[in-house]
């Protein structure tokens, strides 16, 4: 089942686990599933998944807001449960009084979401975290951008952090670091 999202090319779905007692298998992707990969999606003509990569985090870890003009990302949830923020900026791009349309949702075991290029992306850990995610441009740095994961332009609604004194998300140092919206929006009009 695919659940359509607010944000346009975004869509979100369910795999299914077929388990017994030997364990399980999900079916994550399958070339047929991706069948529109156009630069408005994926940021590149003629785009196929050319990368696979495995992301484990610790409950209360933060991961984002990351952003692709040349990428389209599938993730996949193998374990866990995370609060996923998705921002598009186009909107921002395309118009000088334009605000970003976020979308916030949990993402639990098996859940996959399709982030085309141009949607900001990220997520928290609620618990241990086993996240597989497809690429359709293999990571050479060039195309990594971001912006600040509690910006107020974006005002995403991150819940408090249990595992933490603060109640603050464990970030790296790239994502502390990261720049306000509106600065990476006017270096993304520049160039």
Do not use: K
Request: aromatic share 6%; hydrophobic share 45%.
């Amino acid at each position: 089942m695919i659940r359509r999202s607010p944000i346009p090319g975004v869509a979100w779905g369910r795999s299914v686990r077929h388990a017994d007692t030997r364990g399980g298998l999900a079916e994550i992707w399958r070339a047929g599933d991706l069948v529109d990969l156009g630069p408005e999606r994926a940021g590149l003509p003629d785009a196929r998944v050319v990368q696979a990569n495995l992301s484990v985090s610790a409950a209360g870890v933060l991961r984002g807001l990351h952003l692709h003009r040349r990428q389209l990302d599938r993730w996949y949830v193998a374990a866990g449960r995370a609060t996923v923020a998705l921002v598009d900026v186009r909107p921002m791009l395309a118009a000088r009084d334009a605000s970003p349309i976020v979308e916030l949702r949990e993402a639990g075991t098996d859940t996959w979401v399709e982030i085309p290029a141009g949607v900001a992306h990220g997520f928290l850990a609620i618990e241990p975290l086993t996240l597989v995610y497809l690429v359709t441009n293999e990571y050479d740095g060039s195309d990594e951008l971001g912006f600040a994961w509690d910006d107020p332009d974006a005002a995403i609604a991150w819940p408090a952090v249990a595992v933490t004194s603060d109640g603050l998300p464990i970030l790296s140092d790239r994502d502390r670091a990261n720049p306000p919206l509106r600065d990476l929006v006017a270096r993304m009009r520049a160039g």
